[in-house]
């Protein structure tokens, strides 16, 4: 029986501890291949905070995911196998995707099964190693932005440096809007270098500055969760009309207390008086292949980190954990 190697965890908690590299597990095989499914054969796959959210769900984890769990959403990858009646994809195809949502057999492994409509091609002119990056992240700004801003409007981004932040700065650029983020001062020069005008949180009072400047902004992302009174002030910084999406935050008793009562409870009753959308994205292959063509035209870049090999994945997950990583961190698999 053929084998591979992946890294797993048998039961929840901090990946950094708990994730072991097995190296006979099975193959999956093309026979094993449901309707609408991919077989593929992993090049990069790189991280994303919800890798590690999701193994630190305790009992969630558990009754989620079947034990021992391969974590992993993206990747960039070869067609092995394909069961479809979509001749879209074909064995041998360069593909890059997401999964898009907890599964037990991730992307951190040789082989791993999808389904089809988590992939597309790589564009002409993006290498592989950056199509990794391409997945989560890029979603998960450009649905933050896209259906909801129009061209001339401003955004502000809380977290302007890391993966979705980079990614939403020349999305909301790309769409015809003026941006502002926070980001620390190492990483400012990169943000301003994407478009974005800076707020340096490591040397003022970000709410300060923001009720400083009035109702500015008609959009705004919150990737960190780490201004505890973002939303509920959001009426001091933003106008009337602005929505108020959240994306990112600590998977803490407090931080889930905030965000349902950030989505539950009315304005009238002492919440926020802005619209309020926890972020839930969703992966679409057309979306996927609109993303790519940006890279490949030049009017969008993949800002990596850091690479890693497929046996230093612990130290990639140490990294993630920082909250440092400027861009996506990719891992090596071969």
Partial sequence: MATMRAWQYSSPGELE??????????????????????????????????????????????LRLSLPVTPGYDFC???EAVNTSDTTLKPGDLVFG??????????????????????????????????????????????????????GQRVFINGGSGGVGLF???????????????????????????????IDYTHCNVLDVLKQRGQEFDHVIDNVGNIPELYSLAHLYTNPNARFIQVG???????????????LLPGFLGGGKRAYHLSMPKVDREELSAL??????????????QHFKFEDTIQAFEKLKTGRARGKIIISIY
């Fill in 17 to 62: 501890s708990t994730l072991r590299l097995v190296t006979d597990l099975p193959k999956p095989s093309a026979d094993s291949l449901r309707q609408e499914e991919v077989l593929i054969k992993t090049l990069y796959a790189s991280l994303n905070p919800a890798d590690r959210m999701v193994a630190n769900l305790g009992t969630f984890t558990k």
């Fill in 77 to 79: 990858d070869l067609v």
């Fill in 98 to 151: 997401c999964l898009g949502h907890p599964v037990t057999h991730g992307t951190l492994s040789e082989y791993f099964i999808g389904p089809t409509t988590c992939c597309a091609r790589v564009s002409s002119g993006v290498r592989a190693e950056e199509a990794a990056g391409l997945g989560s992240a890029a979603i998960t700004a450009y649905q933050a932005l896209a259906p909801f801003i129009t061209s």
């Fill in 168 to 198: 939403a700065i020349q999305f909301a650029k790309i769409l015809g809007a003026e941006v502002t983020v926070t980001c620390s001062t190492r990483n400012i020069e990169l943000c301003q270098e994407l478009g974005a005008d800076i």
């Fill in 249 to 263: 935050g600590q998977m803490s008793s407090m931080q889930l207390f905030a965000v349902a009562r950030n989505t």
């Fill in 292 to 305: 790519a063509d940006f890279v490949a035209q030049g009017r969008a870049r993949i800002v990596i980190d």
